[in-house]
């Protein structure tokens, strides 16, 4: 049984080791977004909560992949719509769309509901979502800025 050595033995942690692992592992993810800017955490987390109400509100027409469903319900990936009407996209995602509209060539017209449960925050949430996925926009679109556009459209 003696052919290899024992491994040594570690001694055991003391208090203060406990106590800074513990501290280390509570500081780290602070010490980790201080990296990022306060507005890209912001963005972050607005495509997180953003990611959840898609998925609950859109992605049933617009399907989880953003691809639309067949002849019915545009696309949002790779949208000329979507790049091209952002102030529209944030009203018609509150107040809904009616009427025919041209994404990347081909008309649609079907009702899209309006989903006047959504806050301001939620409508933002769900723009910068699909805007990071499929608009090549990176950008946070702020609570506060949603509620002012949505304020102009509901007029």
Not at 1 to 12: L, S, W
Not at 27 to 44: A, D, F
Not at 71 to 94: E, G, H, Q, T
Not at 111 to 120: G, N, R
Request: hydrophobic share 35%.
């Amino acid at each position: 049984m003696g052919r290899y050595p024992k491994p040594p033995r570690m001694p055991p942690l003391s208090t203060n080791s406990v106590f800074y692992a513990a501290l280390v592992s509570l500081l780290l993810p602070v010490v980790m977004s201080s990296c990022q800017s306060q507005e890209e955490t912001m963005r972050q987390k607005y495509v997180t909560e953003g990611i959840l109400l898609y998925r609950r509100n859109c992605a049933n027409c617009h399907q989880a992949d953003g691809a639309g469903l067949a002849n019915l319900y545009p696309p949002l990936a790779n949208s000329d719509y979507l790049k091209a009407n952002k102030n529209a996209v944030i009203c018609s995602i509150r107040y809904g769309q009616q009427g025919p509209i041209k994404v990347n060539g081909k008309v649609y017209n079907r009702v899209m509901p309006p989903q006047l449960q959504l806050s301001a925050l939620e409508v933002a949430e769900i723009t910068t979502y699909i805007y990071s996925q499929w608009g090549d926009d990176k950008r946070l679109v702020t609570a506060k800025e949603a509620e002012a556009l949505l304020k102009e459209c509901a007029n």
